[in-house]
């Protein structure tokens, strides 16, 4: 298991040699643009860290993949003590896309080894698990509901709503909304419906 986490650390460091300060910045602003609902000003991404919890976590967990040692080592310090301080169980090598949302400031759990797309939302005791480092793929435009029990080997797919208190088992296609234990599809209505202010990749020029 340490040899597996290492193996993690390891090529999350590769993959992060050329992230500049901007790009980093720019998974800032799009997760503050998921709080406020507008592109962020530099003085509006002030007030969004002083104001909520979750974004307090994330501001440094993006500034800690920064090629910079100058800026990722005291990043990847303070992402420590605010994981500690707020049990937001998220390591800085996860690789988890723009416009991360975490309501309620946690607690939850994300292992390392899983992917998360773009617009995420993540409420209160949610898990994304993995006792092999193999833990679940998560689309895009994703709701993650209260208290909902993700286990390793999952994908799922683009737009999908899972209720609170699930407990997911194998994948799930893109666009319905499942519920239960173990969680089984309950709708195909409105995929995504309560993800709101959706960061747009494009604005980030990708």
């Not at 602003?29 to 406020?36: G, I, L, N, V």
Request: charged residues 20%; hydrophobic residues 40%; proline residues 4%.
């Amino acid at each position: 298991t340490k040899l597996k986490l290492q193996e993690v650390f390891s090529n999350s460091n590769k993959s992060l040699r050329r992230m500049t300060f901007k790009e980093c910045f720019e998974y800032v602003r799009s997760d503050c643009y998921r709080y406020e609902g507008k592109v962020p000003s530099f003085s509006q991404v002030l007030q969004c860290y002083w104001n909520e919890v979750g974004f307090r976590f994330t501001f440094w967990f993006r500034l800690a993949k920064c090629s910079n040692p100058i800026i990722s080592i005291p990043a990847r310090i303070i992402a420590r003590h605010k994981r500690h301080k707020y049990h937001i169980e998220i390591l800085w090598p996860t690789k988890i896309g723009y416009g991360l949302f975490i309501k309620h400031g946690g607690p939850c759990v994300i292992n390392a080894s899983a992917v998360i797309g773009n617009t995420v939302d993540i409420f209160q005791y949610a898990t994304i698990g993995s006792s092999f480092f193999h833990a679940a793929h998560i689309g895009n435009d994703v709701y993650i509901g209260p208290s909902v029990s993700i286990v390793e080997g999952v994908n799922i797919g683009d737009g999908v709503t899972i209720g609170a208190g699930a407990v997911v088992v194998k994948d799930v296609p893109g666009g319905v909304t499942i519920a239960g234990v173990p969680a089984k599809i309950i709708s195909h209505k409105e995929p995504g419906r309560l993800v709101v202010n959706k960061w747009k990749v494009a604005r980030s020029g990708k």
